[in-house]
T-cell receptor, first 115, second 113 residues
Framework: AQSVAQPEDQVNVAEGNPLTVKCTYSVSGNPYLFWYVQYPNRGLQFLLKYITGDNLVKGSYGFEAEFNKSQTSFHLKKPSALVSDSALYFCAVRDKDSSASKIIFGSGTRLSIRP | DGGITQSPKYLFRKEGQNVTLSCEQNLNHDAMYWYRQDPGQGLRLIYYSQIVNDFQKGDIAEGYSVSREKKESFPLTVTSAQKNPTAFYLC????????????FGPGTRLTVL
């Protein structure tokens, strides 16, 4: 069975500081991994994904994520946070080796950037 | 512009009434999904469809029904059997290609009065 864990309900960071939003996953095969962002009363927006290849993936708005197979993690990072990065962030996983097309989402982490 | 549209944005329903939420996509995607999001919680899968005229129950299908008569449309009906329907409903689609990400609509907020 697939699962995703986002261990922090909320992350607070000062503007200009680096940020990390944590995600760990469990799949029986190899994973496809995704990060999405949600602003209030809006749908989710795709940020980036890991399919294969380079473990460091770069995405929208200066975000990046590092795939670590041994730690089964896919943490979202940004070198310098902006107040406008404040939002709800979701990690998601799909089992690459399964014929099912469902994506499993984590419970979300609220990122708050203080000026 | 290509994308997913959901209507209406806000919907109010009296207890005991059925209501249908619209979801349309012009991305030519095969697979479509309905999720429910409650305050402070993640997304829970209600129903999904990988192809026209076929759909499967997700994790919380009770009290909901769907149809997939056309590739671009995947309406969700919230029936009176759904005991706590007040929530934010999100529709999504994906191409079905390996590693394809989901594209989301703007959501419909349903409130039961």
């Amino acid at each position: 069975a697939q699962s995703v864990a986002q261990p922090e309900d909320q992350v607070n960071v000062a503007e200009g500081n680096p940020l990390t939003v944590k995600c760990t996953y469990s799949v029986s095969g190899n994973p496809y991994l995704f990060w999405y962002v949600q602003y209030p009363n809006r749908g989710l927006q795709f940020l980036l994904k890991y399919i294969t290849g380079d473990n460091l993936v770069k995405g929208s708005y200066g975000f990046e994520a590092e795939f670590n197979k041994s730690q089964t993690s896919f943490h979202l990072k940004k070198p310098s946070a902006l107040v406008s990065d404040s939002a709800l962030y979701f990690c998601a996983v799909r089992d690459k080796d399964s014929s099912a097309s469902k994506i499993i989402f984590g419970s979300g982490t609220r990122l708050s950037i203080r000026p | 512009d290509g994308g997913i549209t959901q209507s209406p944005k806000y919907l109010f329903r009296k207890e005991g009434q059925n209501v249908t939420l619209s979801c349309e996509q012009n991305l030519n995607h095969d697979a479509m999904y309905w999720y429910r999001q409650d305050p402070g919680q993640g997304l829970r899968l209600i129903y999904y469809s990988q192809i026209v005229n076929d759909f499967q129950k997700g994790d919380i299908a009770e009290g909901y029904s769907v149809s997939r008569e056309k590739k671009e449309s995947f309406p969700l009906t919230v029936t009176s059997a759904q005991k706590n329907p007040t929530a934010f409903y999100l529709c999504a689609s994906t191409s079905g290609l390996a590693g394809g990400e989901q594209f989301f609509g703007p959501g419909t907020r349903l409130t039961v009065l």
